[in-house]
């Protein structure tokens, strides 16, 4: 075994200890620690997705000296690595961006406590999207969903505690029905080891026994964790939530964290239950129409808001409806563009969300849009990368956003006529509201106003990371021919 | 209904899930929907532990090494599992418990749509 496969477990623990340092520190030390491991973890996870192209196979790492199919075991393909290296630049980025606003939300005595959430958050990042075991899948993904509340609630203000309750409260429902989907697939098949629980579900198929409580188990898996994520009808938590959080919490709850959910689901029915079981395929059906509302509910929603924070965070939701749509049409496409429009939404959501604050900040600190006529004088750096972000998401050409809608066309031309021509509608009405509520704020921030006063101070975090962000689009955007193969070959390996 | 007798302590736990599970989202008091949230999850560690238990086994403490009879243990995964559990729906209920007492500082209330209608009016006094 290479040296390499020890890196998803060093990714693991040296998040946890270094969030055990973190304890002791101060918020400025803290942060320079929590900045050092996110690029490290950046770097080992570019490692493992460089090394697992080059050998085009995956591999499983046995934790502890317990093989399977008993002991607990970590895998890495090539999509597990992709996910992981793109999860952790957006960790590192949104941390880097949102220091100025880390400083301001959250007093002197707290802010070595929101780095150690930061390094929990990363471990259970990693852990969610290597692990092998269903188990260690659960409790790592309640580990997230701890941190995350708790990332939003350590801005005390009544408003945001309001919003974390209401964010965990709904979480909690998701992981208890989770919980039940897993505890009866345990049940079924005697595993927790994925392709051992795979293994049975396919004999239980090919007997035709347990049809229905396969069913049912797949419904509570994928309820749970679209819950969690935030699809329609449970995303009424995100413009509250992402409204009022400090401008990091919220670009990692939109970007990585529901991303995070929904890359196990993914990984649950491939390796678990199989795409091609037709328990699978029933939920696809139920997840498609959610979808599908989603997207046009979320849209509308951010026409109506008042605020640039509110209007992100309702587009969150209905990007969430994109990504169940690409599950809901399922076959490969369908899985393809779901895993591309993951990454897309995680790097440009955190540049929206990062240029909005620093807008609102040039512009007196409201987020309401009146407030933000002219922001563009005032800051002209983070209007140029809030219209970036704009413009990826409506689907702009040499954008990564064009090249997921792109994606998400072309699954649904390969799909049955019914579910491709309601999804081609969907999407050419959900493009033109895009259009119209981004294109109406980038308007409005760059309508000459009288009151110009720029922003004195240079914030070189945030210009590094929404560079990086820019970048990254315009990677997504322009070799989508090779992230393409990538996904396919990480596709191919889940299965 | 006959498999409903059979297997009464898994329709238990499944009622108490239930139980649990429509107190967490419908209940609009802060301590209930805790309360409903453990009922949840002891329902849950209940159908665990039942389903990994077999009639008249015991717990797999091995004494004697050399006389092993595998049908006299039971399964000792699920319990495993329920301790997992356990500890993680301990967490949980600590943070949501810490999330009440901050809400009832400031809201002095713990009714959810009472703190929703002060949270409102506050917010339109802002602007």
Known sequence: MDFICNFPFFSIVLCLLSAVVCSVLSGKAARRLTLCVEFVLVCLALTLLVYTVRTGESFNYTMGHVGAPWGNELRIGVLEALMASAFMIVLFASVLGGGTYIVRDITEKKRNLYYILLNLMGAALSALVYTNDIFTGYVFLEILTLTSGGILMIKSTGKTTLAATRYLIINLLG????????????????????????????????????????????????????IKSGLFPFHRWMPDTYGNATPTSASLLSGVVSKGYIFLLIKILYRVIGTDSPAVGAAQNVLFVFGLCGIIMGSVSALRQESVNRMIAYSSAAQIGYIFVGIGLGGHMGFCAAIFHILTHAVTKPLLFLSAAKLTEASGGSPVFSNLTGAARRAPFSAFMFTVGALSMVGFPAFAGFISKLFFSVAAVTHSSAQSVVTLCVLAVSTLLNAFYFFRTVIRIYTPSEDVSPLVYKDWGFMVSSSLFLILNLVFGLWSQSIYRIIVSGLRMLA | MKGLLANYEEAAAIILFCIGFSTLLFHRNMLKKIIGLNIMDTGLYLFLASMGYIDGARAPILTDVNAINMADYINPVPSALVLTGIVVSVSVTAITLSLTVRLYSKYRTLNLDEIYAIARRTEKEEF
């Open chain 1, 175 to 226: 992981s208890g029905l989770f919980l039940l989907g897993v505890i009866l697939m345990y049940d079924l098949t005697g595993h927790l080891l994925m392709e051992f629980m795979h293994g049975t579900v396919s004999e239980l198929e090919a007997t035709g026994e347990y049809a229905m409580p396969l069913r049912v188990t797949t419904g509570l898996i994928c309820a749970g964790l679209s």
